[in-house]
């Protein structure tokens, strides 16, 4: 009779927990639901496309043949190719320097500088298009500087090549910052002890330590340019890139198969960086050991010297890109008539009426940070933090961090093909703002769910299991303690998606309707009919808005550490 009372009494608690991992399994399947309508089968729509004919008949590879045989689109090939790995030659070294005087010297004002080249981060990509053709355009201020070094025209390769390093910078920046700040200073040490030189430490100690930062920078550039809208319709003229292949065929020509297929081309580029960065993850070694030592920099006058004057170099050309812009959107009529006004930021908020395209921005990121962030942070949890439905676990991981190598071009392309048929009961949403914000989400998806689960796996699981223990369902583990615990990682996935959505281009282009406009697309279309005054105005609020946001993300951040934090005082 002893032996059967502890089996009857534990019954109730297993009934009880097999009901909460049930109601987990669900929350699972929604998400996996969630991703597989608005992100696989879109991507599968491409696929499908790619292999039809006008009329909707399986034709094979005929598509991928005739692509093949096009010269005008293997010529875009190519021009995105060497592009992009022109604009990855120029920033790797740049980038790499700075980051270099950041951690490695004692040079004064490193926040400021670091600062100054994150900037680019809050505004659209074409804002650096905009201000190169105010410098070197028909009308540009140093127009005959350029024809004295040999350069005909800013229009065309060196356009998107200048613009585009200038978009790239903060990218490459912001991962090799990371790759040089993990050093162990034993090793300089030991070699600083056998007396060897500086030259000889750099590339024996540093490059080595830095080589996998320096191979995912390379390939995260690479892809970033290759894939890029809005630098090369604003300032490509007629040179043509992959990119403006796929608007030009599917807007332009209504050809969707072919549009398809160089998606699909497009998408190789950002597959080849995502299978280079996971091996490079792989093979990647620890860098900092328990016995490590962190590297602090020593004073050296004549070496901070030189870091100070490299940044203080790039820190004025990215002030004097941002400022050219800035007084660009100011000035009455350029150039004869440089008197600040509010004339372009009139014409772009009234007149064109982009106030309704801005207030859409606005919406649509607001709902991308609030909803994103939700359903992120929701499922990486459910994933990380519950048991069991492991094939389906599978699945979600793998789509959680698939939009990682899905150009947000392909992906709003594959929207458009999937939600515009008619069988689909979800196409209702198409030319919706509810359906861009969904995009948007899908497409930024990848990094927020890696922050996501750096912040849960830094909890310890037996929170969970002390829960269970207690018969306390996860979801109110999740909110009484997960949540409160997470609550700066959650604001830094609710600033990323705010800043994205209101930036981004590529993601959004194909799925918007004139009620539906927002202020990034406004943008293209006021550089179209030539107000290059009031597409420049629209470029800054949209920066001036995304600097607010991050501001407040900030308060909001500080407020949230102080109530919410409090533990991590009390523990030192």
């Given at each position: 009779m ?36 608005f ?44 592009v ?17 005087a ?7 004002f ?32 140093l127009?005959g ?67 996998y ?153 607001a ?13 990486a ?15 979600v ?48 998806y ?6 996501a ?62 009620e ?21 105005a629209?470029?800054v ?8 946001a ?23």
């Amino acid at each position: 009779m002893s032996a059967v009372l502890p089996i009857c009494a534990a019954a109730p608690v297993q009934l009880k927990q097999h009901w909460i991992d049930r109601l987990a399994h669900v929350a699972i399947a929604i998400i996996a639901l969630v991703l597989i309508a608005f992100l696989a089968s879109p991507l599968l729509a491409i696929l499908v496309q790619s292999t039809a004919n006008a009329d909707g008949n399986f034709v094979w590879f005929d598509n991928f043949v005739a692509y093949a045989k096009t010269p005008a689109l293997l010529g875009s090939l190519w021009n995105s190719v060497w592009v992009s790995a022109v604009v990855t030659v120029i920033t790797l070294p740049l980038a790499f320097t700075f980051a270099y005087a950041l951690t490695r010297s004692c040079m004064p004002f490193k926040a400021f500088f670091r600062g100054i080249t994150l900037v680019p981060l809050l505004a659209p990509s074409l804002l650096s298009a905009i201000s190169l053709i105010y410098w070197f355009g028909n009308q540009g201020v140093l127009k005959g500087w350029m024809h004295a070094v040999g350069i005909s025209e800013i229009y065309g390769a060196p356009g998107i090549i200048l613009a585009e390093c200038f978009a790239v910078f903060p990218h490459a920046l912001m991962i090799l910052v990371t790759a040089l700040s993990l050093s162990d200073a034993r090793l300089y040490e030991a070699a600083d002890a056998m007396g060897t030189s500086a030259r000889r430490k750099f590339f024996t100690i540093t490059l080595p330590g830095a080589k996998y930062g320096l191979i995912s920078a390379a390939m995260v550039t690479f892809t970033l340019v290759v894939t890029d809208f809005g630098i090369p319709k604003v300032i490509g003229g007629n040179f043509n890139v992959l990119a403006t292949d796929v608007f030009k065929l599917v807007i332009g020509q209504q050809d969707f198969a072919k549009g398809a297929v160089v998606a699909i081309v497009l998408l190789a580029p950002a597959l080849l960086s995502f299978a280079v960065d996971g091996y490079v993850s792989r093979r990647q070694t620890a860098m900092l050991t328990a016995r490590a030592v962190p590297y602090r920099p020593k004073p050296s006058a004549t070496h901070d010297r030189w870091m100070t004057a490299f940044c203080c170099v790039i820190a004025a050309l990215v002030l004097a890109m941002l400022g050219m812009a800035v007084f660009a959107s100011f000035a009455t009529f350029w150039p004869y008539n440089l008197t600040p006004s509010w004339r372009h930021y009139t014409l772009g908020l009234l007149d064109a009426e982009v106030g309704e395209a801005f207030f859409n921005s606005v919406k649509m990121a607001a709902g991308t940070a609030v909803f994103g962030t939700a359903v992120v942070f929701s499922g990486a949890y459910l994933l990380e933090k519950t048991k069991g439905m492991d094939r389906l676990r599978g699945l979600v991981r793998l789509l959680a961090v698939l939009p990682m190598a899905v150009p947000g071009l392909v992906l709003g392309l594959g929207y458009i093909f999937f939600f515009n048929a008619p069988s689909n009961p979800l196409s209702a949403m198409y030319h919706t703002l509810t359906l861009m914000t969904v995009c948007t989400i899908m497409h930024f998806y990848t990094t927020g769910h890696l922050t996501a689960v750096t912040a849960l796996k830094a909890l310890d699981s037996e929170f969970e299991a002390v829960s269970a223990s207690l018969k306390v369902p996860f979801f109110k583990t999740f909110w009484r303690v997960t949540l409160p615990v997470c609550a700066p990682a959650l604001i830094d996935m609710a600033r990323y998606f705010f800043i994205n959505a209101m930036t981004t281009i590529s993601a959004v282009v194909f799925l918007y309707a004139p009620e539906t406009k927002v202020a990034s697309i406004a943008i293209l279309n006021l550089d179209e009919s030539g107000e290059m005054g009031a597409a420049a105005a629209m470029a800054v609020l949209i920066g001036l808005t995304s600097t607010v946001a991050t501001l407040l993300f900030m308060v909001l951040g500080w407020f949230v550490t102080k109530h919410t934090q409090a533990w991590r005082n009390s523990a030192r």
